[in-house]
């Protein structure tokens, strides 16, 4: 569970850079809370706080770079990622240690910050579960050099 919870934060990230519009460089903080539905037991929300550096040429590049999976080993595709505006959406698909995940996201992005959920259901070992990731980040300066 530990190691799905894992994989949807690190799937959450890429997708929670920033619109090409509306995003300042710098160093941005990141809160992303991970609810998981359909366990036979109640598993408790898991909260990570992290940051990232987003810098003028990841905007100036459309942010393709950011948007690819820091996890190389996550087996994730995303698809039909779509920019309108400050509100991006998003399909994934992935298939890791013999489970599958597919799902979708919704972003809204601000100068100085972002907000986006992702849903994603689970198939795994005959069991099916939804991760509900929630990430809010806020820049917090420059960029660490």
Same mark, same amino acid.
């Given at each position: 569970?530990?190691? /799905?919870a &894992? #994989?949807?934060?690190?799937?959450? &990230?890429?997708?929670? !850079?920033?619109? $090409? =519009?509306?995003?300042?460089?710098?160093?941005y903080? &990141?809160?992303l *809370? !991970?609810?998981?539905?359909?366990?036979? !037991?109640? !598993?408790?929300? $898991? =909260?990570v706080? *992290?940051?990232?550096?987003? *810098?003028?040429?990841?905007i100036?590049?459309?942010? $393709?770079? @950011?948007m690819?999976?820091?996890?190389?080993?996550?087996?994730?595709?995303?698809?039909?990622?779509?920019?309108?505006?400050?509100t991006? =959406?998003?399909?994934?698909?992935?298939? /890791? $240690?013999?489970? =599958?995940?597919?799902?979708?996201?919704?972003g809204?992005?601000?100068?100085d910050?972002?907000?986006?959920? *992702?849903?994603?259901?689970?198939?795994?070992?005959?069991?099916?579960?939804?991760?509900?990731?929630?990430? #809010? @980040?806020?820049?917090?300066?420059?960029?660490?050099?």
């Open positions: 569970m530990r190691r /799905s &894992l #994989v949807v934060v690190m799937l959450a &990230l890429p997708f929670a !850079v920033a619109a $090409q =519009t509306a995003t300042k460089p710098g160093l903080k &990141l809160t *809370t !991970v609810k998981t539905e359909g366990m036979p !037991v109640a !598993v408790a929300p $898991q =909260t706080n *992290t940051e990232h550096c987003i *810098t003028q040429q990841d100036d590049a459309g942010m $393709q770079k @950011a690819a999976n820091p996890d190389p080993n996550s087996g994730c595709t995303m698809k039909d990622y779509k920019l309108a505006g400050n991006a =959406t998003w399909s994934l698909a992935c298939k /890791s $240690q013999g489970m =599958t995940m597919n799902g979708k996201g919704t809204t992005f601000a100068g910050g972002y907000t986006f959920r *992702t849903e994603t259901k689970m198939a795994m070992m005959g069991m099916y579960m939804l991760n509900i990731t929630d990430g #809010v @980040a806020q820049r917090s300066g420059d960029c660490k050099k």
